[in-house]
């Protein structure tokens, strides 16, 4: 593939992956100032969906990678792997759907769901064809077709969007939509209906690639094929188990309506925080062609360590300005979720642990020690549950947001201390040191501008009162809360030029400019 092809594909499906979680983070706002934090819908929401994302790990037990890698092995037929993988894949998935409809009402009532058995169905119908898809997803980008790709991952996004701002706008409006609107837990359970509609729809667009079906199934093609994949579903278990398994988990540790409630406002306030995981995707699909493309080996230490470097660099900007216009983003969710806000820092460190954690991981992988990134994930994600179980029941959904940073820090550190010693990488310590606590210093002084724009507001509002006293970021929280009119325009003024400070500071510090300007 030549230079010119290849930044397109990237472009295209950095576009369609970003845009299309932009769309999906709209459907934030709707939901939670549809569905009142008190009534605990949105924690149904934020449980079911983390089961969808654990299922769908399992269905495709790292299928969609093993194919890529068969496609282009010499000696093996692209068709015949395709048709092999299609039919894994979909036997794993029928068989799934069998064993869940045909125990349908004790699976929904072991999950809390007794009383709305057709939600479990429903969503389980959604993960078999999402993990059936992905394969032909997989078969699109194996064949470097992103405008088809792109386009389908929009033939969902867009008429899901319209379907759940018909359900919370028009419904119940409308006296005969109404009663089936609140049947379903005030539109909660209609949400993954939409899903469901939507997703099978996409079938539609993938005429062509289930001709794939009719391709020979190799026995001894899929034994070499689930050999190599299984430490690849080992690894994305345990990925995914670090990001939802506090939301499964949390219904049992914290049974009954106030543990749904909980859940509901953890859920919406973590979303917020995702806009960091947003913000570093975009660094990496912009970062990367430029790393790859440079005159050194793409995978030599010092680019590696350059490619750490500069992450934690955009992470610390992406976490500042964030931060420093929580006032404006906090209006993402309905105003009865925000005494949530102050675990948005915390999972934003966490999600910051994740991203070094995942540059880290190159040392393994360039070294044929895959099995160390399965061990160091399952400790982390064992920490994270531990934290759990132990502080859910005492101090609710902050035990979620510590339990992900104590998580994901273990897998950090671990990767940093084996990879120093097995796969050498001269990280710069110094800068990252410099860039970090230069950052804690920037997020400390805006602190001080979220009181002064409170004083300048006068007494804090009943919006202050909403956020915990005992929380670690309450004060900060409460400050933005109280701020108002004037008092909130100067502490917006103010954190933009701490923003634009620590901007200019760490750039000329880094280099980067100059390695820009040269390119």
Not at 143 to 156: D, G, V, Y
Not at 171 to 194: K, Q, T, Y
Request: charged fraction near 15%; aromatic fraction near 14%; hydrophobic fraction near 55%.
């Amino acid at each position: 593939m030549n230079l010119k092809s290849l930044l397109k594909d990237t472009a295209i499906y950095g576009l369609s992956s970003i845009v299309g979680r932009f769309l999906n983070y709209l459907l934030v706002p709707v939901h939670t100032y549809r569905i009142a934090a008190g009534s605990g819908g949105y924690g149904i929401v934020s449980n079911l969906y983390a089961y969808t994302a654990l299922l769908l790990a399992l269905l495709t037990f790292g299928m969609e990678t093993t194919l890529f890698r068969f496609s282009n092995k010499e000696g093996e037929d692209p068709d015949r792997v395709y048709g092999t993988t299609l039919k894994l894949v979909g036997g794993v998935c029928l068989l799934f759907l069998v064993a869940v409809f045909t125990l349908l009402g004790p699976v929904a009532g072991a999950m809390g769901y007794a009383t709305h058995p057709e939600y479990i169905g429903c969503m389980a119908l959604i993960v078999a064809m999402d993990a059936f898809q992905a394969i032909m997803f997989s078969r699109l980008r194996q064949q470097r077709r992103p405008i088809k790709f792109m386009t389908l991952k929009f033939a969902f996004i867009i008429p899901n969007v319209l379907l759940n701002l018909f359900i919370f706008f028009v419904m119940p409006r409308v006296p005969a939509l109404n009663e089936i609107f609140l049947r379903f837990d005030g539109g909660v359970g209609l949400i993954f209906f939409a899903n469901l509609l939507c997703t099978a729809g996409v079938f539609l667009g993938f005429r062509q690639e289930l001709r794939g079906l009719r391709f020979r199934f190799d026995g001894a093609l899929a034994g070499r094929m689930l050999r190599y994949t299984w430490p690849l579903l080992l690894l994305s278990l345990v990925g995914i188990l670090n990001q939802v398994a506090d939301k499964i988990l949390f219904p049992y540790l914290m049974p009954g309506p106030e543990g749904r409630v909980q859940l509901g406002i953890y859920g919406a306030c973590v979303k917020i925080a995702m806009i960091m995981a947003l913000l570093t995707q975009a660094f990496r699909y912009a970062y990367e062609p430029i790393v790859f493309n440079g005159s050194r080996d793409r995978n030599s230490p010092e680019t590696l360590a350059d490619g750490m470097k500069y992450f934690v660099l955009f992470s610390a900007v992406a976490f500042l300005a964030v931060m420093f216009y929580m006032p404006i983003l906090r209006h993402f969710v309905q105003p009865g979720y925000w005494e949530g806000l102050g675990v948005v820092p915390i999972v934003m460190l966490a999600e910051v642990f994740m991203g070094i954690y995942f540059n880290l991981s190159f040392w393994y992988k360039l070294s044929d020690q895959t099995h160390w990134g399965a061990i160091m994930s399952a400790i982390g994600a064992a920490v994270m549950i531990v934290v759990n179980v132990l502080f859910v029941p005492r101090i609710g959904y902050w035990a979620c947001a510590w339990g992900g940073l104590a998580g994901y820090g273990t897998a950090m550190l671990l990767s940093w201390l084996i990879g120093q010693k097995r796969y050498p990488i001269p990280y710069d310590l110094r800068q990252i040191a410099f860039f970090v606590l230069l950052a804690a210093a920037f997020y400390g002084l805006s602190l001080l501008t979220a009181r002064l724009g409170a004083a300048v507001s006068g007494p804090a509002t009943d919006l202050s009162a909403a956020v915990p006293a005992s929380s670690p970021t309450a004060s900060a929280c409460a400050s933005s809360a109280a701020a108002s009119g004037w008092g909130l325009v100067l502490q917006l003024a103010l954190n933009t030029l701490l923003l634009a400070a620590y901007g200019f500071l760490t750039l000329r510090r880094s280099g980067l400019l100059r390695s820009l300007r040269r390119r």
